[in-house]
């Protein structure tokens, strides 16, 4: 499961003394136990394997941002260190698809929910959501389906 790993490997980061390492999986644990609480409030179990994939695409995502903006604002260390935290956390989730591997992904759900137009955008998502957590940036591919179903 992908709380061991990350465990496991906070335990080798402390070891190795590698305090960004620690630090990075500090906050995906906290991140973790934060989602399982607010699980358990609705009377739901633990976060699933894909559910943490969600999860850290969304942290990824906020680092990204936060790395834009400190560069923009000439904070090249703090830029550095969200990408340092991006490469850790994104060794957490499979291998992304292509742009080429997407399309086809996107064709094949459209062909599959038999999506004709705008309005069938959500089942198609809900489609690709269904068989690609954590291997698709779904930002991308809204735009990719938007295209595809104008087009």
Request: net charge positive.
């Amino acid at each position: 499961m992908l709380r061991d790993d990350i465990n496991n490997a906070l335990k080798d980061a402390m070891k190795a003394r590698n305090e960004r390492s620690v630090s990075t999986l500090r906050l995906m644990n906290a991140a973790i136990k934060d989602k399982d609480i607010e699980a358990r409030g609705l009377s739901k179990g633990p976060l699933s394997d894909e559910d943490l994939l969600s999860l850290f695409q969304k942290m990824i995502k906020q680092r990204q941002e936060s790395a834009e903006l400190y560069d923009k604002g000439g904070r090249p260390e703090l830029a550095k260190q969200e990408n340092e935290e991006i490469a850790i956390i994104t060794a957490y989730l499979p291998k992304q698809m292509s742009d080429d591997e997407t399309r086809a992904a996107i064709a094949e759900a459209i062909k599959e929910t038999g999506a004709a137009s705008m309005k069938d955008m959500g089942k198609v998502i809900g489609a690709l959501r269904g068989k690609y957590v954590g291997k698709m940036d779904f930002a991308k591919a809204s735009g990719l389906v938007k295209g595809m179903l104008a087009g």
